[in-house]
């Protein structure tokens, strides 16, 4: 038998027991791989640890040998316990696929506690009771209360301590609603009675009358009288042979028959009448050209010595078309020229035409329009 010791005088740190025996090492540094072999110990005194070691392909691994009160332990193989008690304390147990319980009796009758095959993490609680836990399918309603359930008649608990059938729950409903002054039965058909409240919801074939605002769509005919609909416009109001009124629609509705002079015209676009008539007569007429009328009044025939002085309304459009000025004649027998500002001379007018400009610097002159300007009478200058 060859023993290595460490005998006074020597630096070794291990013995060999036997010629192939296993070797022991002490201290706290980690034995070299090529010294070791699987089986041998290693005393660590850096931690105070009895460790074995494993090679394998040359690589040595130094598992912990168990000992009394040790602390954390990690097992990498299989683990077997045997005994006939065996107490675990840990937050957290993991078994894969099933764990299955034997009864008080050791015979061939186990229950196997497994899964569905998870899709993804998920966590299940047990209550904060004592009990028998139930499995589908197995449940009675007795399970759940001692007090059973309430059927149809009975006195429903209003603390929520007991169970009700279907009918019961039914029979309450009615009740409910009978009593209520807000609930309806969502189908079916209701008859109500008193002033209801409709909010956020449909309403549809009501038979009777409707008095307060109605907030949202009205789908169906209504029938009867509607006080008021000053909210809402003819933009989307579907016309059929009573059309509504409208100006556009009554301007279009206005026709205009002359004597075939062309004299008297309309625009049904702006629902203006315009007249441009000439007369024959120079004596004592007064001559209008292209003065817009705006409403008419009939004013009969016209006479040399007749006066207007009814009010035509707003003149639409003054002293702009000019196809003739002409003259003007009054009761003297003088002739008298259409009066203008500067800024008010017409420019649709013929070369030749003569005007009284009223506010020409150095007071009314006489002015004519020579096809581009109008100049003054006395000196041609153009008129400022």
């Known amino acids: 038998m060859a023993v290595f010791m460490n005998a006074k005088g020597t630096t070794n740190t291990n013995y060999q027991i036997g010629k192939r025996g296993a070797k022991i090492f002490g201290g706290v540094a980690t034995p070299t791989d090529a010294e070791v072999n699987t089986g041998d110990i290693w005393l660590d005194k850096s931690n105070n640890k009895t460790k074995i070691a494993y090679v394998n392909g040359g690589s040595v691994?130094?598992?912990?040998?168990?000992?009394?009160n040790y602390g954390d332990v990690t097992i990498t193989g299989?683990?077997?316990?045997q005994g006939t008690q065996t107490t675990v304390n840990s937050t957290t147990v993991e078994v894969q696929n099933a764990m299955v319980f034997e009864g008080a009796t050791a015979d061939a009758h186990e229950i196997t506690l497994t899964t569905v095959e998870p899709t993804a993490d998920r966590t299940i609680r047990l209550p904060n009771v004592s009990g028998t836990l139930t499995i589908d399918g197995q449940i009675e309603v007795e399970d759940l209360k001692t007090t059973a359930?309430?059927?149809?008649?009975?006195?429903?608990n209003s603390d929520d301590s007991e169970l009700a059938t279907t009918g019961r729950i039914d029979q309450m409903i009615g009740t409910e609603i009978a009593n209520s002054s807000v609930v309806m039965h969502t189908t079916g058909t209701e008859s109500m009675a008193g002033v209801k409240t409709f909010s956020n919801g449909i309403v549809s074939n009501v038979t009777g009358n409707l008095t307060g605002d109605v907030t949202g769509d009205v789908t169906g005919d209504v029938t009867g009288t509607v006080s008021s609909i000053s909210n809402h416009t003819t933009a989307n109001l579907t016309e059929n042979t009573n059309l509504y009124f409208t100006g556009a629609r009554a301007r279009n509705s206005i026709s205009l028959v002359d004597n075939g002079s062309g004299e008297l015209s309309y625009n049904s676009s702006t629902g203006i009448f315009t007249w441009s008539g000439v007369t024959s007569s120079t004596t004592n007429v007064e001559k209008v050209t292209a003065l817009s009328f705006g409403q008419l009044t009939d004013y009969g025939a016209v006479s040399s010595s007749t006066t207007l002085t009814s009010d035509f309304g707003n003149v639409a459009t003054a002293n702009v078309t000019f196809s003739d000025t002409g003259y003007i004649f009054t009761d003297s027998g003088l002739p008298q020229l259409p009066s203008y500002l500067v800024t008010t001379l017409p420019s649709s007018v013929s070369a030749g035409d003569l005007a009284l400009c009223t506010n020409e610097t150095g007071g009314a002159t006489v002015v004519f329009f020579d096809g581009t300007n109008w100049r003054r009478m006395a000196d041609r200058a153009v008129a400022s």
């Open 149 to 156: 359930y309430v059927a149809q008649g009975d006195t429903w």
């Open 61 to 68: 691994t130094w598992n912990q040998i168990l000992t009394e």
């Open 78 to 81: 299989n683990l077997t316990v």
